[in-house]
């Protein structure tokens, strides 16, 4: 999908269902693409906000929406040079089912999926791979270096 350059908000079509790929138009070509059950709803939202926010949506009914993605997309470029995103809002671990808080959780740079600290930490300690990856159902993205690297040195001090 990073292949094609957004430069029009109508060159991204959702699809209406999880039966149903979303489409990217190129230039001389469309892109189907199909997402997970359990990711689509958040890549969705966090592409809104990009659209929002890189394509500059100039109409009024969208001038809400547009402040808070860009106070998001500005509270996330504030964490680039921290080992992990913090998470912005509340979420159940799939791990533990605790309720992490707001900031006290990891956003996964690939992927967005919240993950509480310790079980990452539990995760990274019992793998047996040499690469971990996000352990949310059918995802297939791999954990950064940086964020594995972050964690341990969080709970070594």
């Known amino acids: 999908m990073f292949n094609y350059r957004l430069v029009r908000r109508n060159q991204y079509l959702f699809g209406e269902s999880v039966n149903q790929p979303d489409m990217i138009h190129g230039a001389n070509e469309i892109c189907r693409l199909w997402l997970n059950a359990n990711s689509r709803a958040r890549f969705h939202e966090v592409l809104h906000m990009c659209l929002e926010a890189f394509l500059i949506v ?84 791999f954990i950064e270096e940086r964020e594995l690297r972050g964690v341990r040195i969080e709970y070594d001090h």
């Open 58 to 141: 100039k109409d009024n009914d969208n001038n809400l929406s547009l402040q808070k993605s860009k106070a998001l997309l500005n509270e996330l470029s504030t964490q680039e040079d921290k080992p992990y995103y913090l998470n912005d809002q509340a979420f159940d671990c799939i791990t533990c089912l605790d309720t992490v808080a707001s900031g006290e959780g990891i956003l996964f740079r690939n992927c967005l999926h919240p993950f509480c600290k310790p079980c990452l930490l539990r995760l990274i300690e019992t793998s047996t791979e040499p690469t971990v990856k996000c352990p949310h159902d059918n995802c297939t993205a």
